[in-house]
Structure formats: structure tokens, C-alpha cells
């Protein structure tokens, strides 16, 4: 369902991910565990397209999200420009002109409101990003329909089913975001992003700053999502607890690239799984 | 109590609520777009006034060219836009964040246009005449335009609100100034949402210019007088962009329309700047702000 071939991910010069691969079966959850700093958050990142790659690339079903080697927005851009022209120009102050040109009139490219490929795959996935991330001063409610976004007009949102999952959440609907609870706050990140009905939640480290009961409560509440509604699920974590009772199978990531993969035996052995967290 | 003076005290009313009508209208008309630039975007927008001078040029100069007035408008606001929108695609998309570096930016441009508006058009422009008649009662009359003005500022904020709570490009709009790294996640185009927020501030502008052209003397200078009322405003009012100009307006409307009845309109005026140092004294954060502390409190109290 989701695969990464080779996927590298630097910040100006400095290289954050190199020759990552991994690969997420429909219905699965999955787990990426590491310590802080290691490049978790740029991974998930990568994987809905939210970022420029310079390595390899991230499928999404039949989708490219990402693809390092194509040129990937619009004809503006000088690589799109016929080879000839471009070989011809090569090395002249005027080398760069077309890519310019497409700085300068960026306008035409805004006004053409076709959803690029990796916006369309984006709606199949959901996307909790880290320290949960709402909207603060959005209600609930207009929090939840921002989860729509995504995938247009053209979506079913199930509000009910959210509602259903967290009941909190329709009683505080009229409640500004920024005034919930921590664990309120995470309820409504994943209820935002399970509005549109993804196919796979992308979760980053849900557990982050949630007291260790609501951890649980999570967990189980994620749990249900998988079997209930089908939805693959891929999070990254640093919480013990959540890795151990939630992940199927769980990559261990350090210094940027994929170090380990643990099946289900490896997993509930406690030193196996802290070798690769700070605990 | 003698039987004129009832006359006298609803003449006294009526005279000073006429007055507050065409302050309302003047401030709100002139804030609505600078708030909407500032209050969504954080970007001081100094050229605000210049953007009002651009909606009135284009009024004025397609009335002259045979454009009946409303059609003229039109057309003033059309030209505003399309200015703002190139202005922001080359300039201002480049200054996001960049408080500083962003009023340096527009003041430039605000001077740039003055002086080609002086080059291209002169120093005068003839005046668009309208005649509506006026209202009047006893020895005091308004002109029925300056009260369909104010009715106007009334709609545009009534238009701003829906827009802003009710529709979904409100709502990313919102989202976007909060949060646009969340937002793209979404899958909201974010450059698109400042493209069009900061298109509507320009727009409002223009509207602004267009509707005054017939009530003031157009000339390079315009802008000028619209820039200082619409920064008392935005200051008075705070943060919150529609609640915080409709209050700020009212506000100073109110006050103008005191002093102006006490001791004519330069006091009014006068007294404007007055109540802003003032109010900024008291409510460093604009009516708005007040209001939200006094609300956090509340809750705490709860
Ligand atoms: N926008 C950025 N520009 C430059 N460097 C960045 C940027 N974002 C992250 N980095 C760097 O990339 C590295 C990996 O960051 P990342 O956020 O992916 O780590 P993480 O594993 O999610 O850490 P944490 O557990 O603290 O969330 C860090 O060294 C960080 O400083
Ligand atoms: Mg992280």
C-alpha cells in the first residue's frame, strides 16, 4: 500500500534521511520507533508529500507521492524546458532563465487548481503531525472540517463514526481547539484526520505529552479504528508502552536510516525494544 | 418645560447620530481592508491608502472616459485588485513574517504609486459629481449618499462575517493564518489562500476608493487621508479583524460625532487621535483584546 524506495531527505546541504525502505501492507499496524532527533517526523513527512525529496521515492497505492528524479510541478520549471534549448543555454548567465521565469510568474501555476499527484494520494492518507497540532483558535467542529480539505468535495465524512469513537468531542463542539485538554487535543487530531475516511492514519508520536491512562485509552481507541473501520495504521513512537501493545511489526530508525525490523516475538521483549529508545 | 425645546433635543439627536453616520461609514470603509491584510496575515500594509487611491483613479478615470458611475466603480475596484494581486505574487508573498522588512516594503511601494500617479495623471483630477439629494430636518440636512455609505459599511461587514465564519474558503483561510504548515497537511494550498486573502484586502481597498470618489476632492494625495483613520481604527479595535473594526468605528464614530457637534469637525478630528493614545494606554491590545481577557477571566472564574 505505502513503500518507500531508497528515499533520501536532506535540509539545505545536510543529509536527514538516506536509503530508506520500508513497505505497509494494506490493514497492518506498524510501527517506526527511535530517539529524538533521528529523522522520524521527516520520514512521515516524506511519506505524504509534504516535502521535497532528493533520493529515490514514496508510492502510495498506484500513486507516486514523491519521486526525487521527475521534474515535478509545472512547465515553468527549467528542467521541463526542451533538452536542446537547455544544452544550448548551458553554461550562460541566462542558463537558469526559464526556472526564473517560473519564480516570477508563479501566478500562472496558482491559478490552475488541478490537484497534483501527491495532494491526490494525500487523500487517502490521514495525517496526525506531532504535538498534535490543531487549529486553537478553530472550534472543534470547524477543526473537524478542515479533516475535509483533504479530500474535497468529492469525499463521504463521517462525523458520526468520529463522534462515535470520541464522544467528548461532540460534546465540546462548540469549544475553541486551543482550550481542550492535551488528550482532548489528540482525540481531535485523529478525528480530524479520520473524517475524510483514509485508507492509512499516519500518527506522530501520539503519546507525546499524554498522561500515561489516556496512553492507554489511545491505544485501545486505535486499535478499534484498525478493526473497525479497516484503516492501516503507521506511527512513529518513543513510548514503550504504545510500541509494544500496538505495533504489529515496528522498524527501528537511527541516524537517518531503517537499522531494524521486529516481528511480533522481538517485540514483546522489553530489552529488545528499549536497545533502540531512550529509555 | 416649554414646548420648543423637545424640538431642540430631537434636532440635537438627530444632528449628532447624522454625524456619527458619516464617521461610522468613513472609518469602517476605510479600515475594513487594511484589517483584513493585518488581521489575517499579520503584514502592515502601508500602502493601504494608496491601494484606496488606485480604486479611485480607476473610478475616476473610467467615469470621464463616458463609464457610468456604478459601472466605474466597478472598475475601480477590478483595477485595485488585479494591482494587489500582482503586487503580492511579486513583493509582499516574499515578506510573510517579516514584520519590519514588510512595512519598509509597502511604504516604498506607497511612494512609488503617489509619484506615478502624479506622473501619469497629474496633480488634479476633475470631479465625479453626484446627486442624490439629501435628508433634512429643520436647519440641519445630511446628504442621502453619505447615509448609503454608512448603510454599506454596515453590508461589507455583514459580507466580511459570512464569508469568514460561514463558507469553507473562509474557514482555510482561518486555518492557514493559524497554522500553515498543519494547513497544507490538510491539502489547503496555502500560497493560494494568502494570494487571495491579501486580493481581498486590495479589493476592499479599491471599493473603498471607488465609493468615496464622488464625496472627495481625488488627487495624489488621497490616500493619505484615508491612512490615518484606518490605523486609528485598527489600533482601537485590536486584533479580532471585523468585531474589533465595527467596535473601533463605532467607538470613534461616536466620539467624532460629539466633538464635531460641540466644536465642529477639526475638534472632532482632533479628538479621534486623542481617544487612540488614550485607548492605547488603557487597552494596549484594542477593544478586542479587552474583550478577551475580560472572557479568559470569566472562564477562569468558572
Ligand atoms: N526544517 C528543518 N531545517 C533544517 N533541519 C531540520 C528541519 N527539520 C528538522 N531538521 C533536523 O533534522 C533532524 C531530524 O529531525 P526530525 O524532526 O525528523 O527528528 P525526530 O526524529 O522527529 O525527533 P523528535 O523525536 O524530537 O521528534 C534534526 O537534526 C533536526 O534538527
Ligand atoms: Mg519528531
Redesign the interface.
Known amino acids: 500500500m505505502l513503500e518507500t524506495e531508497h528515499l533520501g531527505v536532506s535540509y539545505g546541504k545536510t543529509p536527514i534521511l538516506r536509503d530508506v525502505n520500508i513497505s505497509i501492507e494494506q490493514g497492518e499496524i506498524v510501527g517506526i520507533m527511535g530517539k529524538n532527533g533521528v529523522g522520524k517526523t521527516t520520514l512521515v513527512k516524506a511519506l505524504?508529500g509534504?516535502l521535497d525529496i532528493n533520493e529515490g521515492r514514496v508510492t502510495f497505492d498506484d500513486t507516486v507521492v514523491a519521486d526525487a528524479t521527475a521534474n515535478r510541478e509545472s512547465f515553468w520549471r527549467a528542467e521541463s524546458f526542451p533538452q536542446e534549448v537547455a544544452s544550448t543555454l548551458a553554461g550562460t548567465p541566462i542558463s537558469n532563465a526559464p526556472g526564473r521565469l517560473g519564480e516570477?510568474?508563479?501566478?500562472a501555476a496558482?491559478l490552475t487548481p488541478d490537484a497534483t499527484a501527491d495532494?491526490r494520494a494525500?487523500?487517502g492518507m490521514g495525517?496526525i503531525?506531532q504535538g498534535r497540532?490543531v487549529?486553537?483558535?478553530?472550534t472543534v467542529e470547524?477543526n473537524l472540517?478542515?479533516?475535509e480539505?483533504?479530500?474535497?468535495d468529492a469525499g463521504e465524512f463521517q462525523y458520526d463514526a468520529v463522534y462515535e469513537f470520541f464522544p467528548i468531542l461532540e460534546e465540546r463542539r462548540t469549544q475553541d481547539a486551543g482550550?481542550l485538554s492535551g488528550g482532548q487535543q489528540q482525540m481531535l487530531a485523529i478525528g480530524?484526520a479520520l473524517i475524510g475516511n483514509p485508507d492509512l492514519l499516519l500518527l506522530d508520536e501520539p503519546s507525546e505529552g499524554v498522561q500515561p491512562s489516556i496512553v492507554q485509552d489511545l491505544t485501545r481507541d486505535l486499535e478499534q479504528v484498525n478493526e473497525e473501520l479497516g484503516t492501516t495504521i503507521l506511527f512513529v513512537e518513543q513510548n514503550l508502552h504504545v510500541v509494544q501493545n500496538l505495533a504489529e511489526r515496528c522498524y527501528a530508525i537511527d541516524k537517518g536510516t531503517i537499522v531494524d525490523e521486529l516481528g511480533p516475538e522481538r517485540l514483546a521483549s522489553r530489552d529488545a525494544v528499549t536497545k533502540y529508545l531512550a529509555v | 418645560m416649554s414646548t420648543d425645546t423637545i424640538p431642540d433635543a430631537v434636532y440635537v439627536v438627530l444632528r449628532i447620530f447624522f454625524e456619527f453616520t458619516h464617521s461610522f461609514g468613513l472609518l469602517v470603509l476605510a479600515t475594513v481592508g487594511l484589517a483584513v491584510i493585518f488581521g489575517m496575515m499579520g503584514i502592515i500594509n502601508l500602502a493601504h491608502g494608496e491601494f484606496i487611491l488606485i480604486g479611485a483613479y480607476g473610478t475616476t478615470l473610467s467615469f470621464h472616459a463616458g463609464l457610468p458611475l456604478p459601472l466605474a466603480m466597478v472598475t475601480g475596484v477590478a483595477v485595485t485588485t488585479v494591482v494587489g494581486l500582482i503586487l503580492e505574487r511579486t513583493v509582499i508573498r516574499h515578506l510573510y513574517d517579516r514584520l519590519l522588512d514588510s512595512m519598509v516594503a509597502t511604504f516604498g511601494l506607497s511612494l512609488v504609486i503617489i509619484q506615478l500617479t502624479r506622473i501619469l495623471f497629474g496633480n488634479t483630477t476633475n470631479n465625479v459629481s453626484l446627486s442624490m439629494g439629501s435628508i433634512s430636518y429643520g436647519p440641519y440636512s445630511s446628504g442621502t449618499y453619505r447615509i448609503l455609505l454608512a448603510v454599506i459599511a454596515l453590508v461589507v461587514l455583514a459580507v466580511l462575517y459570512w464569508v469568514f465564519t460561514r463558507t469553507k474558503f473562509g474557514l482555510r483561510a482561518r486555518a492557514t493564518m493559524q497554522d500553515a504548515e498543519t494547513a497544507r497537511a490538510m491539502g489547503v494550498n496555502t500560497d493560494r489562500m494568502y494570494m487571495l486573502t491579501f486580493g481581498l484586502g486590495a479589493a476592499l481597498a479599491g471599493l473603498t476608493g471607488a465609493l468615496f470618489t464622488p464625496a472627495f476632492t481625488v488627487d495624489p494625495e488621497i490616500g493619505s487621508e484615508f491612512l490615518v483613520e484606518s490605523f486609528v481604527t485598527v489600533v482601537v479595535g485590536g486584533p479580532s479583524v471585523l468585531i474589533g473594526t465595527s467596535l473601533g468605528g463605532a467607538l470613534l464614530g461616536t466620539i467624532d460625532a460629539m466633538f464635531t457637534w460641540i466644536g465642529g469637525s477639526f475638534l472632532g478630528e482632533i479628538m479621534i487621535l486623542i481617544a487612540a493614545i488614550i485607548a492605547i494606554r488603557i487597552m494596549p491590545e484594542g477593544i478586542t483584546g479587552l474583550l478577551e481577557d475580560w472572557r479568559q477571566k470569566r472562564r477562569e472564574d468558572e
Open positions: 505524504i509534504l516570477f510568474f508563479p501566478l496558482e495532494q494525500r487523500a495525517y503531525p497540532d487549529f486553537p483558535e478553530l470547524e472540517e478542515m479533516g480539505t483533504i479530500n474535497g482550550t480530524r
